[in-house]
């Protein structure tokens, strides 16, 4: 809780009086929603107190203060993964920020690979169930009361209003048949998986795998925040789709998909 409470009390002067309604966390190859946005602040990470900083390609490390359809959000510019060396609770420390800062919604993008064999680069799926198949979780260790219980219920980790104005958002939008739900499972990485890992998640009852998301929406559902979360899919996974992908390729794949959940998000935010 110090480390939350310094990290609150540095960006909450910084912010001058704008009071976030939202939060958005944008995933690998998805930043350029920020082209969409009217920032009023930067705050760059390495300039926050206890704040991890990104060290991934194309998670550029900035938290901005801005406004999206109207409304007023903190936008995560980067996120962070178990992979690069951080605790759990590092990687979730933002998400745990917001929510101080007075979020009352989290909004989630990420890229992920396609373990349904119907889908298609590009494609959007809303998340309406995940597997965790990190090595930990948020939650491990002494509970912070302040933030939630110690026994948080999972029966709904993403929000069902949320995800069937969704469903309408893309409807209106036109491009409901590149939109569909399932179920994110994610992984430690950074390496991708194995054509038989690939099998197992699918068995195991996967549509979709990826490498962040969980820890992020288990500190939320911690917290009481509803939570949106979107994956773009960037490569596929399926035994007769598999084939050898690049980081170049995931960023290209991902930024063609991006006016379409640039869109979508604004949609749905602007029905808040």
């Given amino acids: ?8 009390t540095y960006i909450r002067p910084l912010l ?11 995933g ?6 920020v082209k969409d946005l009217t920032i009023h602040h930067t705050i760059p990470y390495a300039s926050i107190p206890n704040f ?3 060290t991934v390609e194309s998670h550029s490390g900035n938290l901005l203060a801005a406004e999206l359809g109207g409304r007023k959000v903190l936008v995560m510019q980067g996120r962070f993964h178990y992979y690069e060396g951080y605790t759990m609770e590092q990687v979730v420390l933002p998400v745990r920020v917001m929510k101080l800062l007075g979020i009352r919604k989290l909004f989630v993008s990420n890229a992920a ?7 298609e680069y590009s494609d959007l799926m809303l998340i309406e169930d995940h597997i965790n198949l990190q090595p930990t979780n948020p939650l491990i260790g002494r509970n912070l009361d302040e933030l939630g219980p110690r ?8 929000d069902a209003t949320l995800l069937r104005q969704a469903q309408e958002a893309a409807r209106s939008l036109g491009f409901a048949d590149k939109v569909r739900r399932g ?4 992984v430690p990485g950074p390496m991708l998986e194995t054509p038989a890992e690939y099998r197992y998640l699918r068995t195991i009852g996967a549509d979709a795998v990826g490498m962040s998301t969980v820890p992020e929406v288990i500190a939320a559902v911690h917290m009481g925040l509803p939570v949106l979360a979107i994956s773009v899919i960037t490569d596929l996974c399926a035994p007769d789709k598999l084939k050898r992908v690049a980081i170049a390729d995931i960023l290209r794949t991902a930024a063609a998909a991006e006016p379409r959940l ?3 998000l604004r949609a749905v935010i602007e029905q808040q």
């Fill in 52 to 54: 991890p900083v990104s």
């Fill in 151 to 158: 026994f948080p219920d999972m029966l709904e980790p993403y």
């Fill in 28 to 33: 690998t190859g998805l930043g350029a929603l």
């Fill in 113 to 119: 690979g396609g373990l349904h064999p119907d889908m």
């Fill in 1 to 8: 809780m110090q480390h939350l409470h310094e990290a609150t």
């Fill in 262 to 264: 640039t869109a979508l």
């Fill in 16 to 26: 001058q009086g704008f009071e976030p309604e939202f939060g958005i966390i944008l």
């Fill in 183 to 186: 179920v994110y499972v994610s």
